[in-house]
T-cell receptor, first 112, second 114 residues
Framework: GESVGLHLPTLSVQEGDNSIINCAYS??????FIWYKQESGKGPQFIID?????DKRQGQRVTVLLNKTVKHLSLQIAATQPGDSAVYFC???????????FGQGTELSVKP | DGGITQSPKYLFRKEGQNVTLSCEQN?????MYWYRQDPGQGLRLIYY???????QKGDIAEGYSVSREKKESFPLTVTSAQKNPTAFYLC?????????????FGPGTRLLVL
């Protein structure tokens, strides 16, 4: 069946280092991917998205990479800060606005 | 400020009781969604609506009901038929059409059973 999963459930990094959070998906028809950040007790916050016709997209301190060959998505956070500590979810759908399928999430912990 | 509001932040349900969670958005979005989140897990879709007076079941609709009488509002009722309602409930909205129909989330309602 369709699924989106994360390789690592937890990730601990030192403040100032770069973080890489990975996500695998199984539906080759997925066309749209989103990364969300969720702080404890709050709703998910949109970080960045990417369509399947792109390999890379950059935002402020974040980069999303999409490898369709191996069905892999990653989120890179540059110069990780304590405020980046949260659970990060990837989500995919077969079209923008379609049903989103969420992965389990990766908890990022930033050590000062 | 534009955004999505959910109320209450915490809700307590007695056994056999129906409770209703509120979700309002002033983003002029056509589509609205309800998700359930259990500890340490991702989000699971309960119901969604892409237009007023129309809605579809998601993956875990049993024990829940919704209405969409206004574009801005999409309340979720957790009925007594939902035997394990304790969870964090998230409402989201998005535009319909266009190249980027990202879903934006509200702050959530935590439902606890007494």
């Amino acid at each position: 069946g369709e699924s989106v999963g994360l390789h690592l459930p937890t990730l601990s990094v030192q403040e100032g280092d770069n973080s890489i959070i990975n996500c695998a998906y199984s539906n080759s028809a997925s066309d749209y991917f989103i990364w969300y950040k969720q702080e404890s007790g709050k709703g998910p916050q949109f970080i960045i998205d990417i369509r399947s016709n792109m390999d890379k997209r950059q935002g402020q301190r974040v980069t999303v990479l999409l490898n369709k060959t191996v069905k892999h998505l990653s989120l890179q956070i540059a110069a990780t800060q304590p405020g980046d500590s949260a659970v990060y979810f990837c989500a995919e759908s077969n079209k923008p606005g379609g049903k989103l399928i969420f992965g389990q999430g990766t908890e990022l912990s930033v050590k000062p | 400020d534009g955004g999505i509001t959910q109320s209450p932040k915490y809700l307590f349900r007695k056994e056999g009781q129906n409770v209703t969670l509120s979700c309002e958005q002033n983003l002029n979005h056509d589509a609205m969604y309800w998700y359930r989140q259990d500890p340490g897990q991702g989000l699971r879709l309960i119901y969604y609506s892409q237009i007023v007076n129309d809605f579809q079941k998601g993956d875990i609709a049993e024990g829940y009901s919704v209405s969409r009488e206004k574009k801005e509002s999409f309340p979720l009722t957790v009925t007594s038929a939902q035997k394990n309602p304790t969870a964090f409930y998230l409402c989201a909205s998005s535009i319909v059409g266009g190249s980027r129909e990202t879903q934006y989330f509200g702050p959530g309602t935590r439902l606890l059973v007494l």
